[in-house]
């Protein structure tokens, strides 16, 4: 079957991250791979900031969701982001996920729940956990004792990536492929400044 037949895409709703910041994300993901611990690292360019999960999503439901994050971003004054730490979600010690801490801020933390309120509005499920903002770095693909992986994690954990700019929010599809993850912009919006 082909891309443009599927009734259905993968969906989540994203910031990108600047070039300048992915450059440096990507010599940390060098610098952690010289573990040798078995992870499957984000490509760099499929780098960014995701901001809503929406997992499957109709395609003819596409245009209602561009619209929600059309409402979401009026009245949105663009703001700056800043990409600070490396850390890991699982078990101590056993890392599922490697990322890049994302600084919480009031502007970025009220776009996330704006955007969670107007795509929840078109009766679609949505995440109700606390919103966690970061930037996946890499999954680790079998359980191993990550030790040399969390030495080097420990010297990175402060290191600062720089700032990101804030001034559009897209919806994004990802394709699953055999070894990795392609991404795609569906619809882009700027942020609008001034009233709703």
């Known amino acids: 079957m082909r891309d443009g037949d599927r009734i259905s895409v993968r969906a989540f709703v994203a910031v990108a991250v600047n070039e300048t910041v992915r450059d440096d994300l990507k010599k940390a993901q060098a610098r952690l791979g010289r573990s040798l611990a078995p992870v499957s690292w984000v490509p760099p360019e499929n780098i960014h900031l995701s901001l809503l999960f929406l997992g499957s999503l109709a395609r003819d439901g596409v245009a209602a969701v561009g619209e929600a994050l059309r409402d979401a971003s009026t009245g949105v004054e663009p703001f700056q982001i800043e990409v600070v730490g490396l850390g890991t979600f699982g078990r101590p010690g056993f890392p599922r996920v490697i990322w890049a ?7 970025l933390m009220r776009l996330q729940e704006r955007v969670t ?10 995440e109700d956990r606390e919103y966690r903002p970061h930037v996946t770095l890499g999954r680790v693909r079998s359980p191993s004792d990550g030790g040399r992986l969390m030495e080097i994690l420990e010297e990175m954990k402060g290191r600062e990536f720089g700032s990101v700019n804030v001034d559009d929010v897209s919806l994004m599809e990802s394709v699953l492929k055999p070894h990795r993850s392609e991404y795609s912009v569906l619809c882009s919006v700027h942020l609008a400044p001034g009233s709703r």
Request: charged share 10%.
């Open 117 to 126: 309120v107007a795509v929840g509005a078109l009766g679609l499920k949505v």
């Open 101 to 107: 801490g994302v600084r919480p801020s009031a502007p």
